[in-house]
């Protein structure tokens, strides 16, 4: 069963940091584009980053030079390292899988096979 699971999420001022982990079981995911998407209350999910298991990365603009997103090979983690975080960053966090063949890889939510959870953040102002 394939599964990914989110955590770190939390509350944190604005100026501050965290860092979100996702952890991916089930399958072998190395042929696999892992991302994280957000989705902020009454707005569509939308794309944060982006990390190939070959180091590969690829962010919105709205958090590039904010966040880095990396993964660890032998634990089968993507982390999601969040700085200098504003309020407008506050939204749950999602950590996804998807089957991708071109690079930048694509930002719709749609194209990605497999979900976690979630994990809420939010910044306070």
């Known amino acids: 069963q394939v599964q990914l699971v989110e955590s770190g999420g939390g509350l944190v001022q604005a100026g501050g940091s965290l860092r979100l982990s996702c952890a991916a079981s089930?399958?072998?995911?190395?042929?696999?584009?892992m991302g994280w998407f957000r989705q902020a209350p009454g707005k569509e999910r939308e794309f944060v980053a982006a990390?190939?298991?070959?180091?590969?990365?690829y962010y919105s603009d709205s958090v590039k030079g904010r966040f880095t997103i990396s993964t660890d090979n032998i634990k089968y983690t993507v982390t999601l390292r969040m700085n200098n975080l504003k309020p407008e960053d506050t939204a749950v966090y999602y950590c996804?899988?998807?089957?991708?063949?071109?690079?930048?890889?694509?930002?719709?939510?749609?194209?990605?096979?497999?979900w976690g959870q979630g994990t809420q953040v939010t910044v306070s102002s």
């Open positions: 996804a899988a998807g089957q991708l063949r071109v690079w930048p890889p694509v930002r719709v939510p749609g194209e990605y096979d497999y």
């Open positions: 089930g399958r072998t995911f190395s042929n696999y584009v």
């Open positions: 990390v190939s298991w070959s180091g590969g990365t």
